[in-house]
Nanobody, 119 residues
Framework: QVQFVESGGGLVQPGGSLRLSCAAS????????MGWYRQAPGKQRTMVAI???????NYADSVKGRFTISRDNAKTTVYLQMNSLKPEDTAVYFC?????????????WGQGTQVTVSS
């Protein structure tokens, strides 16, 4: 079983910055893809950024150039540096880890952390 401790959410003014952290515990594959997704009220959950175990990152078009995802050397903690925040970035942000192993596909989610961008 994998559990996450997410932190770093909060209220910030437009143009401000926040840094989200997600620390995973339990049995997590070293080849897991980790990432951040977000869900605004009344909308579907969408991918914000993901990073592979090799360090390759992909971003949603809406956050390219503003957000940066990174991962620690142990590959169990993932960060999301969010700069130049906009009101439309307001959402609950969820950490995710997924991999394909000997027992098949594994997919785990954090409990979510609220990010609110407002003046």
């Amino acid at each position: 079983q994998v559990q996450f401790v997410e932190s770093g959410g909060g209220l910030v003014q437009p143009g401000g910055s926040l840094r989200l952290s997600c620390a995973a515990s339990g049995t997590i594959s070293s080849t897991a893809v980790m990432g951040w997704y977000r869900q605004a009220p009344g909308k579907q959950r969408t991918m914000v950024a993901i990073i592979t175990w090799r360090g390759n990152a992909n971003y949603a078009d809406s956050v390219k150039g503003r957000f940066t995802i990174s991962r620690d050397n142990a590959k169990t903690t993932v960060y999301l540096q969010m700069n130049s925040l906009k009101p439309e970035d307001t959402a609950v942000y969820f950490c995710n880890a997924a991999w394909i192993g000997s027992s098949g596909y594994s997919d785990y989610w954090g409990q979510g952390t609220q990010v609110t961008v407002s003046s």
